[in-house]
């Protein structure tokens, strides 16, 4: 069975700086696909980035970019530029690629503080 | 679009008693999706739809039913509800089984 680790609980960064939450998993699939998710206060789960496994070119969004090392089984992401707004939980996810199951695994979370 | 809509946000129960979370999405979109949310946990899939007609157990499946009325709409139901189902539920849907998740607002539940 598929398994997705973030090892970091907790993390705070000044406003303007570049922080980096760290995601590992578990899967025996060659083709898969892999998602960060913020959750602010409010509650609502936003996508941040998303990345194909069959891909070798890391995703980026604005001011979001990952560092995804498939053989290292790993999927950073890194905020640059840090904002107020960003203070968030954020979940890395992992789906499956093969069937039609769409089922999506998540990771503990982190909690992210963005300190003015 | 409203996306995907839950109701109700919040709401307390008492154990044993019994109710429904509503779940409707007006994307069209064929799979569709029921986690909980536990303190320091990630969501954990519940059931899930992967098209109409169709309905199977996630991780958490005990202590829940679910019923795919149509394309657009995915109710769960705790017939009898005990304080370990205190948590966040969310409802999610897919267009298909590949693409991204989109989420619903949540329904805190409280069973004291």
């Known amino acids: 069975a598929q398994t997705v680790t973030q090892s970091q609980p907790e993390m705070s960064v000044q406003e303007a700086e570049t922080v980096t939450l760290s995601c590992t998993y578990d899967?025996?699939?060659?083709?898969?696909?892999l998602f960060w998710y913020k959750q602010p206060p409010s509650r609502q789960m936003i996508l941040v980035i998303r990345q194909e496994a069959y891909k070798q070119q890391n995703a980026t969004e604005n001011r979001f970019s990952v560092n995804f090392q498939k053989a290292a089984k790993s999927f950073s992401l890194k905020i640059s530029d840090s904002q107020l707004g960003d203070t968030a939980m954020y979940f890395c996810?992992?789906?499956?690629?093969?069937?039609?199951?769409?089922?999506?695994?998540f990771g503990q979370g982190t909690t992210l503080q963005v300190k003015p | 679009n409203a996306g995907v809509t839950q109701t109700p946000k919040f709401q307390v129960l008492k154990t044993g008693q019994s109710m429904t979370l509503q779940c409707a999405q007006d994307?069209?979109?064929?799979?569709m999706y029921w986690y909980r949310q536990d303190p320091g946990m990630g969501l954990r899939l519940i059931y899930y739809s992967a098209s109409e007609g169709t309905t199977d157990k996630g991780e958490v499946p005990n202590g829940y039913n679910v019923s795919r009325l149509n394309k657009r709409e995915f109710s769960l139901r705790l017939e009898s509800a005990a304080p370990s189902q205190t948590s966040v539920y969310f409802c999610a849907s897919v267009p298909g089984s590949r693409n991204t998740q989109y989420f619903g607002p949540g329904t805190r539940l409280t069973v004291l």
């Open positions: 994307m069209n979109h064929n799979s």
């Open positions: 996810a992992f789906m499956e690629g093969s069937g039609n199951t769409g089922k999506l695994i």
């Open positions: 899967t025996s699939e060659n083709n898969y696909y």
